[in-house]
């Protein structure tokens, strides 16, 4: 049984017992376990059989028991029994937006609904406006849910395709002969969701590679095999296509198959005005003359461009910004210096605040928000004031431990509640590093009511950032039905950084969103909303988004130096200076980053609004040595 099947039932045990009504604590521990097992990097197989399963983060006395029991016996009679007591097929019933563990179980026990299709008949039928806490509207939210599971398009998120692809890729590059190896297509481009993979290669000899490629360990099923190309199915369920190519004609493959369509019929045309037909073999000369190109800046420059990412090849005006040589140098992984919304097992995470630190520390950040969740988002064990006063502690002592070169802030993911009002009193919020407001919950609110509340949120004095914005989840739930110039405005406006949640089953701006944020002058932050140290890896899937949307280094506050976050979090009001190592403050500049607009198709020219300017008043310190906060100002 693999790391993934027994993540797959702890979860399912979780979402069983949350419809069975158990107690929150059981559940957030099935939950934890089966984060810690899916990013387990070891084979728990090989952990079980040391006697080692208690190292497993999450992992205590009773679900090492019952790992033994699945690993032992291939079954878990606990599981077996609630399957029972709960039909699994609620599981699914759950999935669709707007039913959470209550309804899932309101509908079973007093209409008998197990599955999906039960619950659309019921639906249809007008039965489930008579229940208690329904009602006609309630009931066509469901219906719409329902009509939007239908619309999966098949496609698989990009963060499920990915590390197969990279373990191809490598695989590819072993082999004897290969100069190159890539993965092209919708995911080189970042995409959210990917349809297939397509691995390109540079050889001379493609039939010996061909032959390992259709043997490959994660290909079931041979759907064709030919010279120059072969195409498999593989275990996920995904097509995988390999072409192979000689060397010199390997970037006019890559560029060609990296697409996209619309980017390559402009690229196309561009050629034929100047004499050239293009295709993935070469570029031809009316006279037949080939011109073969190696690589793909050779491609480019052969019709006057500059080198375009791929992320930008969607016909978003990057041909036209490329004539001009004014392509933007695009934010990368190693431009990111902190990671501002993170997971402890304070609330949801899977790893205690010390080792999401060190964790951090070691992939190279030199800052983390421990931003646990509030108080009213009951299913993640959100906190009091009382235990977040006593996480300050606990953070303050891993600071010291850190040192200076470190800085470890306290926030929170703040739930924005229904009446657009924060899940903290003011006099919380106050003594808090960092604030980032999410919505979780009445995500299927009327457009205006949504907005008007996600609104108030963004002009609340205390709020940093706005997590995950729409509330999306890929594929399953759509986000919210919000105006989304009117949200972008707001937060250009009022300073407040809009995140890119790394997370790809989130990705949350997306990168159309996203990019009209940079237009109209708003910040952004990439995080990867890590609940377990193994999620900072996540960051490149928000760097991948943040790319397609044109954003530039300038434009992301956790890309900044760590002394000018800082400095921007004290100006706006959100860091208490308290006891311990951290950086010291320092006077900059506002932020000024500009570009010229292009003359045709839209631009990606941003302006980041001048949000230093208020200028911190001294501070008494009190006997406790803990440093009085400034009044709070509001940032231009």
């Not at 079931?220 to 190309?229: C, I, M, N, S």
């Not at 039905?481 to 997306?510: C, F, H, Q, T």
């Not at 500049?589 to 980041?608: D, F, Q, T, Y």
């Amino acid at each position: 049984m693999t790391n993934k099947e027994l993540a797959q039932i702890f979860n399912t045990i979780a979402d069983l017992l949350e419809i069975k009504g158990e107690v929150i604590y059981k559940i957030l521990a099935y939950r934890r376990a089966a984060t810690s097992l899916a990013d387990y990097e070891q084979d728990v197989n090989e952990v079980w059989r040391a006697g080692k399963l208690k190292k497993i983060t999450g992992v205590g006395d009773a679900i090492a028991d019952k790992i033994n029991e699945l690993l032992s016996t291939g079954k878990l009679d606990f599981y077996e029994k609630l399957k029972k007591e709960v039909p699994a097929g609620l599981v699914e019933v759950l999935a669709i937006q707007d039913v959470g563990p209550k309804k899932a179980a309101l509908f079973w026990k007093k209409l008998g609904i197990t599955t999906v299709p039960d619950l659309e008949k019921a639906a249809r039928q007008g039965k489930l406006r008579e229940l208690s806490g329904m009602g006609e509207k309630s009931e066509a939210k469901i219906l719409a849910g329902i009509a939007a599971r239908k619309r999966s398009t098949g496609r698989v998120m990009l963060g499920q395709a990915w590390p197969i692809a990279q373990e191809i890729v490598k695989f590819l590059r072993s082999l004897v002969g290969v100069e190159a190896a890539e993965v092209a297509g919708s995911l080189r481009r970042m995409r959210s969701t990917i349809g297939d993979l397509d691995f390109l290669v540079a050889a001379h000899n493609a039939e010996p590679i061909m032959a390992a490629f259709v043997t490959h360990p994660q290909v079931v099923r041979v759907l064709g095999q030919g010279p120059t190309k072969s195409s498999v199915e593989l275990v996920n369920g995904l097509q995988a296509d390999l072409r192979v190519l000689p060397p010199e004609r390997f970037g006019t493959l890559l560029q060609y198959f990296t697409g996209s369509k619309e980017h390559n019929v402009k690229l196309r045309e561009l050629a034929l005005s100047k004499g050239l037909s293009l295709s993935e073999h070469a570029f031809t000369r009316k006279n037949g003359k080939e011109i073969l190109c190696a690589t793909e800046v050779e491609v480019y420059k052969t019709v006057g461009l500059a080198y375009i990412p791929p992320e930008m090849r969607e016909d978003r005006g990057e041909l036209q910004n490329a004539a001009r040589g004014e392509l933007p140098r695009l934010i990368e992984v190693k431009d990111l210096q902190s990671e501002l919304h993170a997971h402890s097992k304070w609330s949801d995470g899977a790893a205690g605040i010390r080792e999401m630190a060190f964790a951090a520390r070691s992939r190279g950040l030199k800052c983390l928000a421990m931003t646990d969740h509030s108080q009213s988002l009951g299913v993640t064990g959100g906190l009091t004031p009382e235990r977040l006063r006593a996480q300050r502690r606990e953070i303050d002592a891993v600071q010291s431990e850190l040192g200076v070169s470190f800085s470890l802030l306290q926030g929170a993911e703040v739930e924005i509640k229904a009446d657009g009002h924060l899940d903290y009193t003011d006099d919380i919020l106050e003594d808090l590093d960092i604030v980032v407001a999410s919505l979780h919950s009445s995500l299927r609110q009327e457009r205006q009511k949504i907005t008007d509340r996600l609104i108030q949120a963004i002009h609340n004095r205390h709020v940093d950032i706005i997590g995950h914005p729409t509330g999306r989840l890929i594929p399953d739930r759509e986000g919210a039905d919000l105006d989304m110039e009117a949200v972008l405005k707001a937060a250009a406006e009022s300073g407040v950084a809009l995140e890119i949640n790394a997370n790809p089953a989130r990705l949350d701006l997306d990168d159309i969103y996203a990019r009209r944020a940079l237009e109209l002058g708003c910040l952004l932050a990439i995080n990867s909303d890590a609940h377990h140290p193994s999620h900072f890896e996540l960051a490149h899937f928000g760097v991948g988004t943040a790319r397609r949307a044109w954003a530039t280094p300038e434009a992301v506050i956790n890309s900044w130096p760590v002394e000018k976050l800082l400095h921007w979090l004290d100006e706006r009001g959100h860091r208490r200076m308290r006891n311990g190592p951290r950086p010291a403050p320092v006077t900059l500049p506002a932020p000024e980053v500009s570009r010229p607009k292009p003359k045709n198709g839209p631009a990606p020219a941003l302006k980041i609004k001048a949000m230093l300017k208020v200028k911190r008043k001294p501070v008494a310190v009190k006997k406790s040595n803990a440093a009085k906060r400034p009044a709070k100002t509001k940032s231009k």
